[in-house]
């Protein structure tokens, strides 16, 4: 159960009093006694996973941090990965004036982000690894081989990747094994007027690659997120005619557009935050790229990380440290698979088996909009993010809340301590508050393996 870290409280299965333990203590007491005259009954020798200790935010973190501790191994020889910063301008244009200093502020402002994010949920000092260069961010410049004449724009990504995949590859680097952040200069400032021509999206991303694309401008600064007082007025435009941008919501939004973006270049999808979640403001993969440092302004809560996409963070090779396993697949099979529906939740309940240990199993609960005619790729901003640990006897239970009427699909999502996220998906209808289950039983008997 993702959300907002909290003092931890009694679940639906209620935690044992000390009156539970000592009845458990005389049964198998009792057990040893029946046993003593030489019969084959005897004292079990495990009890079932007590799930009350593993409800809270809380306690899944420090679950799944004992976790990930037995299961890495440090190797000096195994080369740590870096997010790689590429910055991209056309053939006749020189990069903007002070992106080197712009863009290590806003490296450092969003790797600080992500620390008091993992801090706060309970995952200690962990955030983004950066290459650096004498102390400042590296950028990896190329010049295009096209002119700044309307032969680079919005659509044009795919061109502008094999452009950048060739000239790292003359650097030795392999873009299509790393994650790149790729800053174009694609945009004119004339005084106060700006306009973006650049793509600004991310895409092909898993715990070993991904690729987002983003804007520089010369009005970019993480001073820009703070309040501003002499109230200064930018016109922006971007995919329609040009709209009035406050210097912070400027900043907000094409700063918080780069954390958000990147994210997807990390291999997050889009997510909402849960009504208890809500409390912390804005999830950053739902609109938190228009909400980034608004606090910092006293204009709202600002975004935060969800505790799902933390756990998703926490084992990718940017944030981990290690690259242990990270090409092997995990090989998972669910071998039991079964839902409920209780207290107003769903209950998803199951057993894997997986080659690389899966440390938390979670549920993206995407609720199909009017006039949908898909789930997920900018449909999914909706979905309400659930997790659960995966024990010891590799058994995982998912509740499910903030339920609504409608068409769903459940993407339960199994993180592995590689970093690698395997994907299954589940189909349910609700009505009046009673979810039918029909198809999610088709679904489970295609999707589990005995």
């Not at 159960?1 to 005389?26: I, K």
């Not at 010369?218 to 001073?223: C, E, K, N, V």
């Not at 997120?225 to 930018?234: C, R």
Request: charged share 20%; proline share 4%; glycine share 8%.
């Amino acid at each position: 159960m993702s959300g907002t870290p909290a003092t931890p409280h009694v679940s639906y299965c209620q935690r044992r009093t000390n009156t539970d333990r000592a009845l458990e203590a005389l049964l198998i007491c009792c057990l040893i006694a029946l046993c003593g005259d030489g019969t084959t009954a005897a004292a079990p020798t495990t009890l079932p996973f007590d799930w009350s200790t593993v409800d809270s935010q809380p306690e899944q973190a420090a679950h799944i941090l004992r976790q990930l501790r037995a299961w890495r191994k440090p190797d000096p020889a195994r080369g740590k990965k870096y997010l790689r910063v590429v910055y991209f301008h056309p053939q006749d244009r020189q990069p903007l004036k002070g992106h080197i200093d712009r863009w290590h502020h806003i490296m450092a402002d969003i790797r600080q982000f992500y620390r008091d994010e993992m801090r706060t949920l309970g995952y200690g000092d962990v955030t983004l690894a950066l290459e650096q260069d004498q102390g400042k961010l590296k950028l990896h410049q190329v010049r295009g081989t096209a002119n700044d004449d309307g032969s680079y724009s919005y659509r044009s990504g795919n061109r502008i990747y094999n452009e950048i995949v060739k000239v790292l590859a003359q650097k030795g680097i392999d873009a299509q094994r790393e994650t790149l952040l790729i800053v174009c200069g694609l945009s004119r400032t004339e005084d106060k007027k700006v306009t973006i021509y650049s793509p600004y999206y991310g895409m092909g991303a898993d715990h070993t690659k991904g690729i987002c694309f983003v804007a520089d401008s010369d009005w970019l600064t993480i001073a820009g997120l703070k309040p501003d007082p002499q109230g200064l007025v930018l016109q922006v435009k971007e995919h329609r005619g040009y709209e009035p941008f406050s210097l912070a919501r400027f900043n907000t939004t094409y700063i918080g557009g780069t954390i958000h973006e990147l994210g997807h270049g990390l291999s997050l999808p889009h997510n909402h935050a849960t009504q208890g979640e809500a409390k912390r403001g804005t999830a950053l993969m739902g609109a938190g790229n228009y909400t980034y440092r608004q606090e910092w302004r006293q204009e709202g809560k600002g975004s935060f990380l969800t505790h799902a996409h933390a756990i998703r963070l926490l084992v990718h090779p940017l944030f981990s440290g290690t690259a242990q396993q990270a090409d092997q697949s995990p090989d998972l099979q669910l071998t039991s698979l079964r839902v409920s529906f209780d207290d107003n939740h769903i209950h998803v309940r199951g057993t894997l088996r997986a080659k690389i240990p899966a440390v938390a199993m979670i549920a993206y609960n995407d609720r199909e909009n009017p006039g949908q005619q898909r789930y997920q790729v900018n449909n999914d901003y909706d979905a309400t993010t659930w997790s659960s640990v995966v024990n010891s006897q590799q058994e995982f239970w998912i509740r499910v809340g903030d339920l609504q009427d409608g068409n769903h699909q459940l993407r339960l999502v199994c993180v592995h301590a590689n970093g690698a996220a395997v994907t299954h998906r589940l189909h349910y209808t609700m009505t009046d508050g009673i979810p039918d289950f029909d198809r999610t039983q088709r679904d489970i008997a295609n999707t589990t393996t005995p």
